[in-house]
């Protein structure tokens, strides 16, 4: 069975950190390239950022660059999201997305909340 698991949401401050991981099962992890993706309140669905399958390449957003990093450790099937210097902007359930390299399976988490507020 598939799963991914997002965790690590929750509130934060602005100007403050926080550490999303998905914990992946279920399928092979490093044949897939992994993102991050996020839905604020009212809007649609926003790419933030992307890892190929052996982490060799990343690609963010231009609203997070230079304040999110994101990471894998295939060892442990997870992907990570670093997000500092966060905004109330920021403020979204964000999901993570597994894409297989070859052909067009994919698979999404269930989410979870990141709230910037002071």
């Known amino acids: 069975q598939v799963q991914l698991v997002e965790s690590g949401g929750g509130l934060a401050q602005p100007g403050g950190s926080l550490r999303l991981s998905c914990a992946a099962s279920?399928?092979?992890?490093?044949?897939?390239?992994m993102s991050w993706a996020r839905q604020a309140p009212g809007k649609g669905l926003e790419w933030v950022s992307g890892?190929?399958?052996?982490?060799?390449?990343?690609y963010y957003a231009d609203s997070v660059k230079g304040r999110f990093t994101i990471s894998r450790d295939n060892a442990k099937n997870t992907v990570y999201l670093q997000m500092n210097s966060l905004k109330p902007e920021d403020t979204a359930v964000y999901y993570c997305?597994?894409?297989?390299?070859?052909?067009?399976?994919?698979?999404w988490g269930q989410g979870t909340q990141v709230t910037v507020s002071s």
């Open positions: 997305k597994a894409r297989a390299v070859v052909g067009v399976t994919a698979y």
């Open positions: 279920g399928f092979t992890f490093s044949s897939y390239a």
């Open positions: 890892i190929y399958s052996d982490g060799s390449d990343t």
